[in-house]
C-alpha cells in the first residue's frame, strides 16, 4: 500500500511504507519524574524497515487551528537501532522531518527525545505546563511517527512514569493493575493518543459527574496547593447539570467517558483545549473557590465540552486532515469556534454558572466591542477565519484596526442571529436547540470519530429545520464588509444594545480582575491601571487627537492619572464644554492632548424592547429539570 505525502518541494509525490509501522505497535513511554525541573523524558521504540526513513515531530496541533508543535522545545534526539547510534538528519526544508538509514535487519528503531517544559512564550500546548507538584502532558511534544502515515492507522502503545506520590486523570485506559507510580495504557491510534492528554499533580482530586448518565464523566483537578480543590458542591453540580444539559441539546455522545483535566494553577499558560474525550482547561488557582472567578471562567468547560460534538465529532471539512504534517484550512472556524462559543455561553447559563443577567450583561459587552471594530470595513468575517493560523498569535493594540480571531465573538452573534431567527419563522415551535440535535447527533451515539461538513452541510442542515436562504444570510454576514456588527439576533431576541453611565455587575467584575477602567465606549481608549495606552479605537476620537497605543497618560486637567481621576474629569465634562486635558508621555517626549468630549461615561447594557417576545429568555431556559 502507499499513501500520498508531500515531498521537499512541496510537490505531491508517492512513498512507499514500510509496512511493519501498520502492523506493530509503535510504544511510547514517557518519564515525567522530572517534570518540577521543566524537562520531559519519552523513549520511544518504532517499528521499522531497513533503508532510507524519514520521521515526523506533529506540527498542526488539532484545537489550536496551525502549525505550533513545539519543535524548537525538542531536545536530546538520539535515534538507535540494536544498541548502534543512528545518524539523522533534519530535511533543510520542513524542520520538522528527520531523514536517515535503517541498517539491514533492523526491524526496530528507538528514539529518546526530551521536551523542554521551560515557559518561552510559546502558546497552547507549547506553553508552561509543568509546576513543583503538576504537570499536563500533550503527547504531540514527545511523539515521533513515520512521515506519509495517516494518524490514525498508526498504532501506539503509551506508558507515563509519575513523581511518587502523583495521581492522574485522563481519557486512556490503563492496563497495569493496582497503584503504581507507572502506568500503561490501551494501545490506541496516534490520532487518540494526541487527542488524550494526561493530567497528573501531587494535589489532584477526581470528582464523578452526573452519576445518573452513561457515559461516565469526571472532573480531574490539579492544583499547586490542597486548598484550592476545595470546589462547592453548588458548583460541582453545576458541572453535573452542564453534562445532562448536552445530552438533551446535543441528543448523542461521542465518547466512552469523558474528562474535564483542570489545571488550576499560576505556573501554567492559561487556556483551554479541545479534545473528544477530555479537555485541557488552564485556569487560576482559586478558580473553583472564589465566586468571582468561578463566573467570569464560566464558559470555558462548557465550551471546551461542547466542542466534543462540535468541533470533534462534526468538523469542518478543511480542519479534517490525515496527519498532523498536512496544512489545515480554517474557513469553517467561524461554525468550529462560533457556534461553540454561542452555544457554550447559552449552556453555561442553562446549567445554572451564570444567571440569565450576567449573560446578558456579557452578551452586550461582545455585541459593543464588535460593532466598533473598524476592521471590519477591509476585513470580512470570513478572513479572519482563513487567517486563523496567524491570527492567534496576535492580538493587543490596533486589534481593533487589524481584527483578530473574531470569528469566535462575532461568530456568536451570527449564531444568536440564526437561533432568534428559526425560532421567529417557526413562531417559538423550532430553535437551533433542533439544529443541535440533528447536526451534532448525526449517527446516535458513536465512539470518538470525526464526521466532517461542509458549508453546503450546514446550510442543509438548517433548511431541514426551516427552510430559509441560510446560504444568503450566512454569506452576508460572512463576506460584507459593512461597519455594524450583525446584531440582528439581539432585536429578534427582544433586547437592544443601549449605553449607560454606569458599568454593568459583569463590566465591574471584569474591571475588578484587570485593575483597568474601560473608557472605550466613551473616548475610543483602553487604559491600564498606570495610566499605559493599551488601545486606541481606529478613527476614534481620542485616535484624532493624537492618542496612540503605548503612549502613557501622565495627568488629566493637571491632576496625575489615576482610573477614577480620569473617571471624574469625564462626568465633569458632561456639564461644560471645556475640553478634557491629558499630558501624555510618548517614548521619552511629553505633549498636551485635549478631547472636546461632553457625554459622560458609557457602558454597554441589554434592554428590553417593550412589546417583542423575550426570545433570549426562551434561549436560557434549561431544557432538563
Ligand atoms: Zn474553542
Known amino acids: 500500500m502507499s499513501l500520498v505525502a508531500r515531498g521537499m518541494a512541496g510537490v505531491v509525490v508517492f512513498m512507499g511504507l514500510g509496512m511493519a509501522a501498520a502492523q506493530q505497535p509503535i510504544t511510547l513511554h514517557v518519564d515525567l519524574r522530572d517534570a518540577p525541573k521543566k524537562i520531559l523524558h519519552a523513549v520511544e521504540e518504532i517499528p521499522v524497515t531497513p533503508g532510507a526513513n524519514t520521521l515526523v515531530f506533529p506540527k498542526w496541533i488539532p484545537g489550536e487551528h496551525m502549525p ?5 522545545d525538542m531536545a536530546g534526539f538520539f535515534l538507535t537501532a540494536n544498541g548502534e547510534p543512528v545518524k539523522w538528519q533534519r530535511d533543510p526544508i520542513d524542520m520538522f522531518a528527520f531523514h536517515f538509514n535503517v541498517p539491514a535487519g533492523v526491524t526496530t528503531l528507538e528514539a529518546k527525545m526530551d521536551f523542554l517544559a521551560t515557559p518561552n512564550g510559546g502558546s497552547f500546548t507549547a506553553g508552561g505546563s509543568t509546576s513543583a507538584n503538576l504537570a499536563m502532558l500533550s503527547w504531540n511534544t514527545l511523539v515521533l511517527y513515520p512521515q506519509g502515515t495517516k494518524s490514525a492507522d498508526v498504532m501506539v502503545t503509551p506508558s507515563v512514569t509519575l513523581p511518587d506520590g502523583w495521581r492522574y486523570g485522563t481519557a486512556l485506559t490503563p492496563t497495569s493493575a493496582g497503584p503504581s507510580q507507572s502506568i500503561d495504557f490501551s494501545t490506541v491510534s496516534l490520532e487518540q493518543l494526541i487527542d488524550s492528554p494526561v493530567l497528573t499533580g501531587r494535589f489532584f482530586r477526581e470528582i464523578p459527574l452526573a452519576p445518573d448518565v452513561t457515559p461516565k464523566h469526571f472532573l480531574d483537578m490539579a492544583a499547586d496547593g490542597p ?14 447539570k452542564l453534562v445532562r444539559e448536552t445530552g438533551a441539546l ?23 483545549l479541545e479534545h473528544h474525550q477530555s479537555s485541557d482547561d488552564r485556569v487560576e488557582p482559586t478558580t473553583f473557590v472564589t465566586d468571582d472567578k468561578f463566573t467570569l471562567d464560566g464558559d470555558l468547560l ?3 465540552f461542547t466542542h466534543s460534538w462540535n468541533g470533534k465529532y462534526r468538523r469542518p471539512i478543511g480542519l479534517v486532515t490525515p496527519n498532523y504534517q498536512e496544512p489545515m484550512i480554517g474557513d469553517g472556524l467561524w461554525v468550529y469556534e462560533g457556534l461553540t462559543e454561542y452555544l457554550g ?6 446549567c445554572g454558572i451564570w444567571t440569565p443577567q450576567q449573560y446578558r450583561d456579557r452578551l452586550a459587552g461582545i455585541a459593543a466591542t464588535y460593532n466598533l471594530r473598524p476592521g471590519r470595513t477591509w476585513r470580512n468575517l470570513q478572513d479572519t477565519a482563513r487567517m486563523a493560523q496567524i491570527l492567534y498569535t496576535t492580538g493587543g493594540p490596533f486589534d481593533n484596526w487589524r481584527r483578530g480571531t473574531d470569528f469566535y465573538d462575532e461568530g456568536e452573534l451570527v449564531w444568536l442571529d440564526v437561533d432568534t431567527t428559526i425560532r421567529k419563522l417557526t413562531d417559538g415551535k423550532k430553535s437551533l436547540n433542533d439544529f443541535a440535535g440533528s447536526f451534532e447527533g448525526l449517527g446516535g451515539n458513536t465512539g470518538p470519530k470525526v464526521v466532517p461538513y ?19 444570510f450566512l454569506r452576508f454576514r460572512l463576506d460584507t464588509n459593512r461597519p455594524e456588527a450583525p446584531l440582528g439576533g439581539l432585536e429578534n431576541g427582544g433586547w437592544k444594545l ?51 497605543p503605548g503612549m502613557k497618560i501622565i495627568a488629566v486637567n493637571n491632576r496625575e492619572y489615576d482610573p477614577n481621576v480620569l473617571r471624574a474629569a469625564i462626568i465633569d465634562a458632561k456639564g461644560s464644554t471645556q475640553p478634557i486635558e491629558f499630558i501624555v508621555e510618548n517614548t521619552g517626549y511629553f505633549k498636551i492632548l485635549k478631547l472636546d468630549y461632553h457625554e459622560g461615561e458609557k457602558f454597554p447594557v441589554l434592554e428590553r424592547i417593550a412589546g417583542t417576545p423575550d426570545r433570549l429568555d426562551d434561549i436560557l431556559k434549561p431544557m432538563t429539570k
Open 454 to 472: 461542509t458549508f453546503d452541510d450546514v446550510v442543509a442542515a438548517l433548511t431541514a429545520v426551516v427552510p430559509y436562504d441560510w446560504a444568503g
Open 498 to 548: 443601549v449605553y449607560k453611565d454606569q458599568p454593568s455587575e459583569w463590566s465591574t467584575l471584569e474591571e475588578s480582575e484587570s485593575g483597568s477602567v474601560d473608557f472605550w465606549y466613551s473616548l475610543g481608549l483602553h487604559v491600564g491601571p498606570q495610566g499605559n495606552v493599551g488601545d486606541v479605537l481606529h478613527g476614534g476620537m481620542a485616535d484624532k487627537a493624537g492618542f496612540g
Open 302 to 304: 462548557p465550551h471546551e
Open 345 to 350: 455561553d447559552v449552556l453555561a447559563t442553562r
Open 227 to 240: 486548598e484550592d480543590l476545595n470546589i462547592s458542591e453548588q458548583h460541582i453540580d453545576d458541572f453535573s
Open 250 to 272: 446535543y441528543k448523542s455522545r461521542h465518547y466512552s467517558s469523558y474528562h474535564f483535566l483542570v489545571t488550576l494553577s499560576d505556573q501554567v499558560l492559561h487556556f483551554g
Open 68 to 72: 505550533s508543535g513545539p519543535i524548537d
